[in-house]
């Protein structure tokens, strides 16, 4: 009897020190019944990678601000693939200009929001889009 | 099912072979219940019994992860490898959890270390059901050290003490006076105490009256030392270190640990049997539904419980005989 329960991990790295929006979305998605892992500020592409991997997760979101995303989110994704994490759904938020979010979907990310998307639009998106197998 | 299950036999594979994932993944089969856990616990069984399990439990807000964080950290730098279970509580009303001891935990992450967070899922004695298995889990994986962090507990989740091998009570003086570590369940579960934030207004105060209270408890076992700490300045974390290699030691030429791990599996036992039957009973044979309309007859709740109770037991002797 398998009762999968879909787990995220809520990610911030680099240097910004601002998690008000990372907080938001991880309580919504807790509130959805979702089992969320915040990592806290100030973390590597590496500790973010590590922990994604010890904790098992369906989902890596990571929040940033900064405005080095096209520097660690890419890093992010690189090594999740380099340790096989190839299903973990990777999504992306802060402020990102429109042709940075293009680069980073065709990267690999599926899905980058913006200022002004809902935590509804979030949690639907993940539910949606999450490998039922793994 | 078995070893016919081919998942099992990568899995097992990348097990043995110290890939990380794979252990993730193990610990995931044992949370959701997945079919082949039963299998691979089989599989691993006589790999455990190497590791020490220290649990670390108290109050909200009293400094656990801080302290585990800093015990980790001087593990480590000792040249051991250490497996940290958090559990953080699950919501009752939509099944989600925010689990956030990773936040605390930023010096200790690293070479070495294998943090993973549990959400309680509904288990109400500060650990989760998985608990158990994702410790054996760990300890087949081969580190030296488990610590088991709790939820933020009362005073009667005391699972942790049934699960660890030596159990840390991890208070500060917002906990309480000295009535409060005279009452029963998690003051009774403590192998050592710490009072935390030390450094504040009333915590010597707390430490004397722990003292205290424990002079008067009968003599024989071991009595548990009180230490004093300040986690987040990595002050006692040293000597807390120091008290737990102690009594492990103790514990080991005493043969108390001996006991204590057969008292363990046993109340594992228990806990796997009650709860496998309760789902087969009450949610897949249909207890439930005739459980709600004996209520909705007006019978009273315990005189319902007994008599389904009394139902099950007279069918399993009727197929008996």
Redesign the interface.
Known sequence: ?????I?VLVGKPGLDGHDRGAKVV??A????????????L?RTPE?IV??A????VDVVGLSILSGSHMELLPRVLRLLRQ???QRVLLVGGGIIPDEDAAALRDDGFARIFGPGATTAEIADFIEQNIPLER | MGPADPALAELLARFRAGG??A???A??WA?????SVAALLEALHGETGNAWRTGITGPPGAGKSTLVDGLARHWVADGRCLGLLAVDP??PF???????D???M?RS??EGV????M?S?GSLGGLSLATGAAADLMDAFGFDELLLETVGVGQAEIDVAAAADTTVVVLTPASGDGIQAMKAGLMEAADLFVVNKADTAGAERLANELEMTLELRPSGAPRPPVLRCVARDDQGVAELAAAIEARREDDRASGRLDRRRQARDLARVRRVFSESLR?RLWDGDGLQDRAREALAAGERPDSVALKLAARVLQRLQERAS
Not at chain 1, 1 to 5: F, N
Not at chain 1, 53 to 56: G, N, S
Not at chain 2, 94 to 100: D, K, Q, S, V
């Open positions: 009897m398998t009762q999968r329960k787990r991880a309580a998605l807790r509130d959805r019944g979702m089992e969320v892992i915040y990592t806290g100030h500790q590590d922990a991997e010890q904790e098992d340790r096989g994490m | 990380v994932g252990l993730a993944r610990i995931s949370e959701d219940g997945h079919p699950s919501s939509t099944g989600g959890a925010l689990l956030g990773r936040v605390r930023d992450t690293g294998f943090v993973r967070s959400a899922r789902a």
